[in-house]
């Protein structure tokens, strides 16, 4: 007998569908995460097909039916700001962090980003392919379906073009969606640091073979204390937005310098961390189109004691969007539930805002708000079911993993109901 669909999940307790009209969730309307109550949802070659309640699923026939079990399914989350591919790791500087040296302090003493820009240019294109592909493994495993990647470890051609044929590659091979970014200005280099200006003008020259071999969407820059100054970062951005890249920018992580205000007026989809914004920052951050990506999670490793001011950003009018940071350096974590938790605790999001920062807004902070981020009839099959009684439970349970079971466009690509081997590449 044909059945007319592909997948059947029913009984679903609570479906948050995040299907909330079009473009970022702004503000005060962050407050609201569209759901289904006792609800179901079928599957046709990887689309959504049907939602509807538990009782109309009855006379639905599916090739392989799941029952929820009254839990949780949501849309595949988003991590709109990462690091993906990198050499080696950070541990040796756990010690210094206990003895209370900075994250820039490090990083001037020739460490921190730079430490990890030197395995990188070791480390082979394979090499880093296979290391990215175990982050990758785990991210998934978390509930990630669609994410960004920024290069920013090579500070010169060759390393850099190297990340991001890695992330290239990687967005074929994996079940994660990939999207990437050009983080060449990410540190000065060793071997220009009397010059950044001449760096940054480098890094530029680098544009248009990055567009013709379609490496990045995105570019971005780190605007910081000892690093580029906003002077820079706005010319430089204004510099790639000519040549038809949109950019985003790593602004007020550490030091408040002005940061949030240049990413408007730049016009960046995104300004990321943005932790010493100011009020001035935060009321044009309102008005704009520029969403906030906010780092919990870098904020709570760098020991810091503020974070971003989210609640004054919702109500300023801004859409904000969760993201791990995930980096060897100031954010090694691959878990974006445990950045739900921190965006609870320390930010004081509401469940809603939440669950919008990692679906709806984190896709449209990295312009796949049209394929990612929400369930509705038509859209890619990429959902989550989560062994969890309801919405409010994930950001609230901290520090396990709450996933089921991951499907990538219709197929169950991680946990219980993935019906091949789990295969791990570490
Ligand atoms: O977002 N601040 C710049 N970039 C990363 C950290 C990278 C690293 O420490 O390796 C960040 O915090
Ligand atoms: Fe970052």
Redesign the pocket.
Known sequence: MTQQYDLLVENIGQLLTMDHGDGPIKGEKMAEAPLLENAALAVKDGKIAWIGTSSEAGDKTAAKTVDAGGKLVTPGLVDP?T?LV?GGS?EHEMALKQQGVP?LEILKRGG??LS?VKATREAAEEELAKKARFHLDRILSYGVTTMEAKS??GLEKETELKQLRVVKRLNEEHDIDLVSTFLGA?AIPPEHKENPEAFLQEMLNLLPEIQKEELAEFVDI?S?TGVFTVEQARSFLLKAKEMGFQVKI?AD?IDPLGGTEMAVEVGAISG??LVGASDAGIEMLGKSDTIAVL?PG?CFYLNKDSYAKAREMIGAGASVALST?F?????PTENLQLIMNLAALKMKMTPEEIWNAVTVNAAHAINRGESAGKLAVGRKADLVLWDVPNYHYVPYHYGVNHVNTVWKAGKAVYGKEREDEQVYTS
């Open positions: 700001h690091h990198f950070r994250y921190g980003i990890t920013g470890y990410h780190f910081e790593h992580e990321e961390h780092l870098t940071d980096n060897p350096g100031s954010s």
